[in-house]
Structures are given as C-alpha cells and as structure tokens.
C-alpha cells in the first residue's frame, strides 16, 4: 500500500534530485566537461547530426528546471525517460551492461529511465508549480 501522506514528498524528492542530475548532465558534462565540439562530435560518431548535441543539452536542461519546479513533471519525465532509452540504446549498449566498463555501458542509463518512468506513475508530488493532470 502507498502511504499518501508521505508518498508526494517521495515524489519531490526524486523530481528534484532527478532535476539536478539531468541540469549536471546537460551543462557541466556536455558544455564544460566534454565540451559542445567533442559532444557534437561524440553524437556524430553515433549517426545522429552533430548539431543535436545542442538539443540533447536543452532539453536535459530546461526537463532538469521543469523537474525541479514541478512544472508538468509527469510529462517531462516521460520524454527524458524515452530519451535515456535512445542514449542507453544508442550511446551505451555495445559498451556490455555495467557504466564502469570502457565508454559506459547500459546499465545507468536504464536505470535512470525506468526511474524516470516510476516519477510519471507516481505523479508530480509536492510543491509542484504546475502539477500535471492527473489521472483520475
């Protein structure tokens, strides 16, 4: 049984903490760390266009901002959970299953997604500015 009192704060905690992950991940990793040039040319590598790091890295942050905010949550983890589906797929699976191999493999992507997916069934959760409809 879920215990409703607490199970929206639940929610708040992983809209936030998934929030600050995905802004980590759009900016610090692909802006400061690997650089737009190196990202673009990682995501070149993969067949995609190298101009599409530059959407991966808005949409991971802005999805982070709306995480964080609590604005349409349950939809925007949705989309970043199908995105972490492409990036398991795309970027990670011939890496094998455990992140710590060469290149990373599939393992922490996966897991962020089902995660990301387990936010969308539990729904927005507490001081969401612009909480998503809910399923009735």
Request: charged share 10%.
């Amino acid at each position: 049984m879920i215990d409703g009192k607490w199970a929206p704060y639940a929610a708040l905690l992983l809209r936030v903490s998934m929030g600050i992950l995905f802004i980590l991940h759009g900016i610090y990793l692909k802006v400061f760390v690997f650089t737009m040039a190196g990202t673009g040319k990682y995501f070149a590598s993969l067949g995609l266009p190298d101009w599409w790091a530059w959407v991966a890295m808005l949409y991971e942050t802005i999805g982070g901002l709306a995480l964080i905010a609590g604005i349409q949550a349950r939809w925007v983890a949705v989309f970043l959970g199908v995105h972490l589906l492409f990036a398991a797929y795309l970027g990670h699976a011939a890496n094998g299953f455990f992140f710590t191999n060469k290149g990373g493999g599939w393992e922490y992507p996966l897991f962020w997604a089902v995660v990301c997916f387990a936010l969308a069934l539990l729904g927005d959760g507490a001081h969401a500015l612009k909480p998503s409809r809910q399923a009735r």
